[in-house]
């Protein structure tokens, strides 16, 4: 059976694709939901790069018995376009995803929180909170109350320096999160909330340009798209996508 590996976002875990692989488990896929370096119960993201993120999905990847599909969402989104010219994946998914070095946001909201990570100190080396407040009026604005309570119950540390890495790229003279020159090697389809203020539509379609993916605007949706009211769509979206457009068939 083909697989897919679904790499979660910030602060979060491979819980966060608890209902979301449900249908592709149903359809015959394996699902694989790694939670990324020191984002465990007991681990610590403290000074991790999205470079050691990115090692970890490769590293699993080259464990399988054959190329998989992978799928991220927001910040996982952006490990699996890092990981894909290594991985050589079957197909590429990805879900409100943060954009690669060298895109640049589209709105006021991006450019504020890219000012904000610029003014914590210390902030390399450390672990940041989940902002409960932020998460509830943006990434799950949408999401039925008590789904959203426990998402943010369960919440973890951050790395500082990985979400610098991703917000401030353009301090970033070792270009940590770029994914090299040209089209990613594989089939990619790239989706967008409409409402999403995190990863904006016109943010999302400069990283669906820079990798040569096909960009999907979800009507009506924000950044959850992984679990907040439409989800099913999306997963549905992405079933159809694979086994059809990608040739990816269970």
Not at 189 to 207: K, N, S, Y
Request: glycine content about 8%; overall charge negative; some cysteine.
């Amino acid at each position: 059976m083909p697989t897919i590996v679904m790499t979660h976002g910030a602060f979060c875990a491979g819980w966060a694709f608890e209902a979301f692989r449900v249908p592709f488990e149903a359809r015959g896929w394996t699902v694989l939901a790694p939670d990324l370096p020191g984002h465990g119960e007991r681990g610590s993201v403290a000074g991790l790069s999205m470079t050691d993120y990115a090692k970890s999905l490769v590293s699993l990847c080259e464990d399988l018995p054959e190329r998989p599909v992978l799928l991220g969402h927001s910040m996982g989104g952006l490990v699996s376009q890092m990981a894909a010219r290594r991985v050589s994946p079957r197909a590429l998914v990805l879900i409100a995803p943060s954009a690669p070095w060298g895109v640049s946001g589209s709105s006021i909201e991006e450019a504020i929180t890219a000012f904000g990570v610029h003014m914590v100190d210390p902030f390399w080396a450390s672990a940041v909170s989940p902002d409960r407040h932020l998460m509830r009026h943006h990434s799950l604005d949408r999401t039925p109350k008590a789904r959203r309570d426990a998402i943010l119950d369960r919440l973890r540390p951050e790395s500082g320096r990985a979400v610098r890495e991703v917000l401030n790229w353009w301090m970033d003279p070792f270009m940590t999160t770029s994914v090299g020159a040209g089209p990613l090697p594989a089939p990619s389809l790239v989706f967008a909330g409409e409402r999403d203020v995190v990863h904006p539509v016109a943010t999302v379609r400069q990283t669906a340009e820079r990798i040569g993916g096909t960009l999907r605007i979800m009507p009506g949706m924000s950044h959850w798209l992984i679990g907040e009211e439409g989800w099913e769509d999306v997963a549905a979206a992405t079933l159809s996508w694979l086994e059809t457009e990608a040739s990816v068939v269970a």
